[in-house]
T-cell receptor
Framework: DADVTQTPRNRITKTGKRIMLECSQT?????MYWYRQDPGLGLRLIYY???????NKGEISDGYSVSRQAQAKFSLSLESAIPNQTALYFC?????????????FGEGSRLTVL | SQQGEEDPQALSIQEGENATMNCSYK?????LQWYRQNSGRGLVHLIL?????REKHSGRLRVTLDTSKKSSSLLITASRAADTASYFC?????????????FGKGTKLSVKP
């Protein structure tokens, strides 16, 4: 089984719908992240969490919210999806030893908003 | 806010040749990391080089860092078709959001058999 699991892997939805992307990890890491990838734009940070009680906005948090339900679970919600939120979304984790360690990524959730 | 910028955007080589990708960044860094992404898949960490290091090796990978020029290069020697992927540099800097690795837009490498 993958260390970082994202569900769903693919989702097509309509404008205005609420969508939740879920992430679970078995690496035992405290730090979890949500990134968005768009063609030609690289990865951009949406939200990150250093522990269950810690949630921080990233570069592009508008239109998104997150919930850290447990150390192993971090979900991303789009309250009212819009077409420009069509993208590939990645969850990642990192080891808390050291400020800027390597990230471990899930396989991604491809979201299409019609 | 893009910190790292990879060059070239795309690179096509023959199997057995070496591939060199470059990354330039703007502000002082704690470390610089390289990641690989197969088409549509998750990113995989390749190597991390700290600001006080100049060169690092891992198998067929060689990374250099020049903090005076704010640039890094990733060299893949004796490339294989399986090296076909996108490669991203990511920089970690003090002063920005803690834990925020800033990724470049990537270099798309194609290795032809």
């Amino acid at each position: 089984d993958a260390d970082v699991t994202q569900t769903p892997r693919n989702r097509i939805t309509k404008t205005g719908k609420r969508i939740m992307l879920e992430c679970s990890q078995t690496k035992g890491h405290d730090r979890m992240y949500w990134y968005r990838q768009d063609p030609g734009l690289g990865l951009r940070l949406i939200y990150y969490s250093f522990d269950v009680k810690d949630i921080n906005k990233g570069e592009i948090s508008d239109g998104y919210s997150v919930s850290r339900q447990a150390q192993a679970k971090f979900s991303l919600s789009l309250e009212s999806a819009i077409p420009n939120q069509t993208a590939l979304y990645f969850c990642a984790t990192s080891d808390p030893t050291g400020l800027f360690g390597e990230l471990f990524f899930g396989e991604g959730s491809r979201l299409t908003v019609l | 806010s893009q910190q790292g910028e990879e060059d070239p955007q795309a690179l096509s080589i023959q199997e057995g040749e070496n591939a060199t990708m470059n990354c330039s960044y703007k502000t002082s860094i704690n470390n610089l990391q390289w990641y690989r992404q197969n088409s549509g898949r998750g990113l995989v960490h390749l190597i991390l080089i700290r600001s006080n290091e100049r060169e690092k090796h891992s198998g067929r990978l060689r990374v250099t860092l020049d903090t005076s020029k704010k640039s890094s290069s990733l060299l893949i020697t004796a490339s294989r078709a399986a090296d076909t992927a996108s490669y991203f540099c990511a920089t970690a800097s003090y002063g920005g959001s803690q834990g925020n690795l800033i990724f470049g837009k990537g270099t798309k490498l194609s290795v032809k058999p």
